[in-house]
């Protein structure tokens, strides 16, 4: 399991674009979806890769109990920070210091198990994938959130860096420069999908994640019903091809079948 490359220094960058408009896009979209498949009463969560621990708050906020797992200890310390702002939430979080790698929970532990925005900093998805896979527990969910290999050049054309998008897109590239500047790694639904059935999972349908927006940057700030708009169109559109295939990135779900049912 190689990482592409170091996360750390640029997670304020990160912070700072997960709290805007592009950015809160992606995490609203990635929340309904699991608000669908999630039980409403209580289960138990693992948050791998949790960075400044959006996710893990919205999770927790929503009732569950996660564990937030992330390698780097000044992004663990972010989200003690706004964790400590929520005293409602305290309770129903644990932080832990690890990288996929370092998972060691056991078997089939957590009733979900997300993963958003962590494999395109690795070298492959397969050694991540089957430590991810085996901490679903029977009935569970396995939430991955990658870059969208098929996608990759589209930004840089709508953006009208037409000599970077051609070379990309001509020479079939598997990664590109990320949102924060750093090259990241592509990944195809289908790929994600096979690899999930071969740890005994069943995938479900997978979306496409902002595919009409995520070529504007950070200081796109529509109003509130701007927004909301952009958030419907988005969610409209994830779940249909030809326009799911262009989103910059990809949202693929796999549930472990419940050996206690059927």
């Keep these: 399991m190689v990482t592409v490359t170091g996360f750390s220094a640029v997670g304020a960058a990160y912070a700072e674009h997960s709290d805007s408009a592009r950015g809160r896009l992606r995490h609203d979209l990635v929340e309904r979806r699991l608000r669908a ?23 927790a ?9 992330d390698p780097d200890p000044l992004m663990l310390a972010v989200t003690a920070g706004r964790l400590a702002a929520l005293p409602g939430l305290r309770d129903r979080v644990e932080l832990v210091e690890a990288g996929v790698e370092g998972l060691s929970f056991g078997r089939e532990g957590f009733d979900a198990v997300c993963c958003h925005g962590v494999l395109m900093y690795l070298d492959a998805p397969g050694a991540a994938l089957a430590r991810l896979a085996e901490q679903v527990a029977p ?6 959130l990658a870059k969208n290999r098929r996608a990759i050049g589209v930004r840089e054309a709508l953006t009208g860096d037409c000599r ?14 990320g ?11 289908e790929a994600l999908d096979e690899l ?5 999972l069943t995938p479900l349908t997978w979306q496409g994640v902002r595919i009409f927006h995520d070529h504007l940057d950070d200081t796109w700030a529509p109003g509130r019903a701007a927004y909301e708009a952009a958030l419907d169109l988005e969610w409209a559109a ?17 549930r472990r079948p419940d050996r206690n049912r059927g």
């Design 196 to 200: 999930a059935a071969g740890h005994g």
């Design 164 to 177: 970077s998008a051609h070379r990309l897109i001509a020479s079939g590239a598997d990664r590109s420069p």
């Design 238 to 254: 994830s779940w249909r091809s030809p326009y799911r295939d262009l989103g910059h990135l990809v949202h693929t779900l796999a």
């Design 37 to 59: 498949e999630l039980p409403a009463s209580p289960v138990r969560v693992l948050d791998v890769g949790c960075g400044t621990g959006e996710m893990t708050i919205r999770l």
């Design 179 to 189: 949102n924060l500047g750093l090259e990241t790694r592509g990944d195809t639904p």
């Design 139 to 144: 009935g569970g969910l396995l939430s991955v």
């Design 61 to 69: 906020a929503a009732g569950h109990h996660v564990t937030g797992v």
